[in-house]
């Protein structure tokens, strides 16, 4: 039933080559980047700004033969294309523009590998033309976000007009006969979740709304490019027993009837941006992605430079001085204490290094080893025989106080022998 897509037809390129050709020096590791549906000249664009992006798809409609037509019934399965890891991405953009459908090739809907008796397909009868499956596939990607957890991440689309979709799940039986076919509705909104859709309706002529400084100044910047093929009604809470309207939506961009085109809202750590359609996405990604999303959710880009003039001398605030200084002196202070030990622990190895060479040492080695150990243990005359002599058989004496202790030293597999 679902099958990764590989390539894209109808004179596409594979998101194998896309992605080799957009590759550019990658400046921020994080966040990592999921643009679903892009064209290849806003993909290479983000690429070069040194984001860490991975090209999708959601999969694109597919255009049923003639043939197939005649025939009534044709077998499809799902294109779908994203990283197994996406559940570790943190941010999402897709593209729900207009895409051209690709032919249908039979031999990409079988399945290679088979591990039931039974298999499923996505059904098209009658005078159905085109299947587009990308309103299953986001609702299987809503899925897929929602194991993220513990943590936020930002989902931006561009979006266009709704469109609602009938699926037929054809069962097929190890038998070769039909065991069932089971009817879904999906639209092409599945992936957000709450769409807040209100109604079709295109235009070109937007009224930046947004507060914030900064996204108000791109929007403008960007609007040129935009255009608009749907509306958002504003959520409401319960609150002090009457509904109002939600605060965690926030209107970026209205028409010229006032109606909410562009939002973002904020709902259980994803953060949702809904931009209308425009020309050079990558105008406002870039932007958004460099400055403006950094200074909101900093924790999301680790590695982003924008704040980094804070830390330089100039931009210190009051007492950060006097700390840096108390901060150096310790370690300073620290590091002298540690120099300390280091020293004490090396002359502690020294002075017992006799212990371990009990164990290890031969020969004369072993004998003066064996002395230090005597006189370790307390035994005040403890001497060593002249080697000199010719009938000598011991190493060591020790005198005692009621006689002679004499001590002959083998070092037999690292093991001294008295």
């Not at 207009?98 to 990409?108: G, H, S």
Request: with cysteine; proline share 4%; charged share 25%.
């Amino acid at each position: 039933m679902f099958s990764k897509r590989k390539s894209k037809d109808s004179g596409s390129e594979s998101i194998e080559n896309i992605s080799e050709e957009a590759k550019g020096t990658v400046s921020y590791k994080n966040p990592l980047v999921c643009l679903f549906d892009f064209n290849e000249e806003s993909s290479k664009a983000i690429k070069s700004a040194g984001f860490n992006t991975r090209i999708s798809l959601l999969g694109s409609p597919i255009l049923i033969p003639e043939g197939d037509r005649n025939r009534q019934q044709t077998l499809l399965l799902l294109k779908y294309d994203w990283p197994h890891n996406i559940h570790e991405y943190d941010i999402f953009v897709v593209d729900m523009d207009k895409v051209e459908p690709i032919p249908y090739k039979e031999d990409e809907h079988k399945r290679l590998y088979q591990t039931s008796e039974d298999a499923s397909y996505f059904l098209v009868e009658g005078h159905q033309t085109v299947f587009d499956g990308r309103a299953i596939s986001g609702k299987i990607l809503r899925n897929e976000l929602a194991n993220i957890t513990d943590r936020t991440y930002i989902l931006i689309t561009f979006v266009s007009q709704k469109q609602e979709f009938s699926y037929k799940l054809y069962g097929m039986s190890s038998n070769g006969y039909n065991s069932n076919v089971t009817v879904s509705s999906h639209d092409n909104y599945s992936f957000i979740g709450r769409g807040h859709h209100l109604k079709n309706i295109m235009g070109e002529e937007i009224d930046v709304c947004v507060v914030h400084n900064e996204l108000n100044s791109l929007l403008v910047k960007c609007s040129h490019l935009m255009s608009y093929e749907a509306t958002f009604r504003h959520p409401t809470d319960w609150k002090d027993n009457q509904q109002v309207p939600s605060e965690k939506f926030i209107p970026l961009m209205r028409n010229k009837n006032k109606d909410i085109i562009s939002y973002v809202e904020f709902d259980e750590g994803c953060i949702l941006f809904v931009f209308p359609q425009m020309d050079e996405k990558e105008k406002l990604l870039i932007p958004l992605l460099e400055n403006i999303l950094p200074a909101i959710h900093p924790e999301i880009f680790p590695e982003s430079t924008l704040f980094s003039w804070k830390n330089e001398q100039d931009y210190w605030l009051p007492n950060h001085a006097e700390l840096v200084v108390r901060k150096q002196e310790l370690e300073r202070k620290f590091q002298s204490q540690i120099d300390e030990i280091h020293t004490e622990i090396e002359s502690n190895l020294s002075e017992f290094a006799f212990l371990h060479n009990l164990l290890s040492e031969t020969d004369d080695a072993l004998v003066k080893s064996v002395i230090q150990y005597l006189h370790w243990l307390g035994f005040g005359s403890v001497a060593e025989m002249d080697n000199d002599s010719s009938i000598k058989e011991e190493d060591i004496q020790v005198i005692l106080d009621d006689g002679i202790l004499i001590i002959e030293c083998k070092g037999i597999g690292g093991t001294v022998v008295f």
